[in-house]
């Protein structure tokens, strides 16, 4: 089993900084790509941020030059640092994995719990 747990979300005052973490755990044999995607009420589930087993990334238009997605292959970690926060950002923030299981031959999407992110003032 793979369990994604998230943590880092809160309240920000616009203009602020906040950072997001995920670490899987687990039987995991290897962890291919990992993302940030966010869910604003009303709203479908969108991409913010991905990151490959390389480090390659892409960011969705919105949030480019001010999000940074960065990973840790050792602790497979994946981070999100959210620099000038806008109220458009608020959400609930979503981690993403493709995950080989030990003993698995094929690699699955896994999902963390969500943490909600608010910019407010």
């Known amino acids: 089993q793979v369990q994604l747990v998230e943590s880092g979300g809160g309240l920000v005052q616009p203009g602020g900084s906040l950072r997001l973490s995920c670490a899987a755990s687990?039987?995991?044999?290897?962890?291919?790509?990992m993302a940030w995607y966010r869910q604003a009420p009303g709203k479908l589930r969108e991409l913010v941020a991905a990151?490959?087993?390389?480090?390659?990334?892409n960011y969705s238009d919105s949030v480019k030059g001010r999000f940074t997605i960065s990973r840790d292959n050792a602790k497979n970690a994946v981070y999100l640092q959210m620099n000038s926060l806008k109220p458009e950002d608020t959400a609930v923030y979503y981690c993403?994995?493709?995950?080989?299981?030990?003993?698995?031959?094929?690699?699955?999407?896994?999902w963390g719990q969500g943490t909600q992110v608010t910019v407010s003032s």
């Open positions: 687990g039987s995991i044999a290897s962890v291919n790509n």
């Open positions: 990151i490959t087993s390389g480090r390659s990334t």
């Open positions: 993403n994995a493709v995950v080989r299981a030990i003993g698995r031959l094929v690699s699955l999407p896994y």
